[in-house]
């Protein structure tokens, strides 16, 4: 078997991002994403209850977490875990941080990492030197990607690995300043086509950070 980890980040930026992510939960095409805890407001109410309805089913709902290297890293870590246990009333199944092209969050990366040993949670597969749990191959950025890329990328895979494939999926939002805004309805056309094309693979098998 191989294992794949189909993962939404960015909930929580945006209600209308939100409701795209959420859609994509409920129809099983997806089985994880990840919170901007620091952007969810009041108005996501029912979204954040509609999230934690889903656990129940198996989706794993991790921490995007947000770091500005010129304050405490430590301190912004522990922070943020605490405000997505009051945010949900559980635990987060796993933790993730964007690596800027020229790697300036390398340092909050390995602090994260560290953080999720001591809290036994999974943390993305970002490549560093990473120990814990996490997928056994680097997590790729389909929004970044041409489906013909991502598709190579699927046929790659093999017996026995676990992988991670990112997307960021949604609606343009007027009111976003998020520097994907225009990709993300490109990023439901990539769900809906890898779905299918994992449908030509039946040894791969969509999964959650649960399932790790």
């Given at each position: 078997m191989i294992k794949l980890i189909l993962n939404a980040d960015d909930f929580g930026h945006s209600k209308i991002f939100n409701t795209e992510i959420i859609k994509l939960l409920r129809e099983g095409k997806l089985k994880s994403t990840t919170v901007m805890v620091k952007r969810v407001d009041?108005?996501?109410?029912?979204?954040?209850?509609?999230?934690?309805?889903?656990?129940?089913?198996?989706?794993?709902?991790?921490?995007?977490?947000?770091?500005?290297?010129?304050?405490?890293?430590?301190?912004?870590?522990?922070?943020?875990?605490?405000?997505?246990?009051?945010?949900?009333?559980?635990?987060?199944?796993?933790?993730?941080?964007?690596?800027?092209?020229?790697?300036?969050?390398?340092?909050a990366a390995l602090e994260i990492i560290k953080f999720g040993d001591e809290k036994a949670v999974p943390v993305r597969n970002l490549g560093l030197n990473e120990t814990g749990k996490h997928t056994s191959e680097k997590a790729f950025f389909a929004t970044n990607h041409s489906i013909e890329e991502i598709y190579s990328y699927i046929d790659d895979m093999q017996e026995g690995k676990s992988y991670e494939i990112i997307v960021h999926p949604g609606m343009f939002d007027p009111e976003s300043k998020s520097s994907l805004n225009k990709d993300r309805e490109q990023d439901i056309l990539k769900v809906n086509l890898i779905n299918k094309k994992i449908k030509q693979r039946p040894e791969i098998k969509i999964i959650s950070y649960l399932d790790l």
């Open positions: 009041p108005t996501q109410k029912y979204q954040i209850e509609e999230l934690g309805i889903l656990r129940k089913d198996g989706i794993s709902i991790g921490i995007h977490f947000e770091i500005d290297e010129n304050e405490d890293i430590r301190k912004q870590i522990e922070e943020q875990y605490s405000l997505f246990f009051n945010i949900f009333g559980f635990q987060p199944s796993h933790f993730d941080i964007h690596m800027p092209k020229y790697r300036l969050m390398e340092n």
